[in-house]
T-cell receptor
Framework: GENVEQHPSTLSVQEGDSAVIKCTYS??????FPWYKQELGKGPQLIID?????GEKKDQRIAVTLNKTAKHFSLHITETQPEDSAVYFC?????????????FGKGTHLIIQP | DAGVTQSPTHLIKTRGQHVTLRCSPI?????VSWYQQVLGQGPQFIFQ???????GRGNFPDRFSARQFPNYSSELNVNALLLGDSALYLC??????????????FGEGSRLTVL
């Protein structure tokens, strides 16, 4: 089955700086890579996703890059704000009818220092 | 519009007992998935149901079972509880036939503590 590794486990950045979270996956059949943000006491919420036919996707301050050859994808948050503090999870799956659901990484606790 | 609702929000059980967790999806969503999130870890896939049929099953023992009702709500049942079953159980709904296809909308979860 799929295995997703996520680094770092904790990331502390100054407000206004950029944050980068990296993930690797093991199954070359995976073609859908979402990122979820989980705030304390809440369920995960999708913030951005990318499919394997695209190398990069951007939505305002958030961007995701995908390197299929290296089986590596990353989340980039620019101009970080206090409300960006949360736990971020990367995930991978096969969107063509796979029955294995999403495989999540272990999460990155992002701390924005004022 | 109401999001995904789960009940109960918190519960405490003892080893060997049985638990039933409930989930109501977003109106119009026909798919419900269940995930287990152990403290400090990412969610782990348990089941997915679409139109009352099981579409996927994760690597969990047979003590875990689920079903989906005609109104698309769902129940997750866990028998013979173990200490290691203590976790946040998340329900997610989507309009897609497979949970790896697009956005999942998660509820706030049911936190189960097994003593």
């Amino acid at each position: 089955g799929e295995n997703v590794e996520q680094h770092p486990s904790t990331l502390s950045v100054q407000e206004g700086d950029s944050a980068v979270i990296k993930c690797t996956y093991s199954d070359s059949a995976s073609n859908y890579f979402p990122w979820y943000k989980q705030e304390l006491g809440k369920g995960p919420q999708l913030i951005i996703d990318i499919r394997s036919n695209v190398g990069e996707k951007k939505d305002q301050r958030i961007a995701v890059t995908l390197n299929k050859t290296a089986k590596h994808f990353s989340l980039h948050i620019t101009e970080t704000q206090p409300e960006d503090s949360a736990v971020y999870f990367c995930a991978a799956s096969y969107s063509g009818g796979g029955a294995d659901g999403l495989t999540f990484g272990k999460g990155t606790h992002l701390i924005i220092q004022p | 519009d109401a999001g995904v609702t789960q009940s109960p929000t918190h519960l405490i059980k003892t080893r060997g007992q049985h638990v039933t967790l409930r989930c109501s999806p977003i109106s119009g969503h026909k798919s419900v998935s269940w995930y287990q999130q152990v403290l400090g870890q990412g969610p782990q896939f348990i089941f997915q149901y679409y139109e009352k049929e099981e579409r996927g099953r994760g690597n969990f023992p047979d003590r875990f079972s689920a079903r989906q009702f005609p109104n698309y709500s769902s129940e997750l049942n866990v028998n013979a509880l173990l200490l290691g079953d203590s976790a946040l159980y998340l329900c997610a709904s989507s309009p897609y036939g497979y949970s790896g296809t697009g956005e999942l909308f998660f509820g706030e979860g049911s936190r189960l503590t097994v003593l």
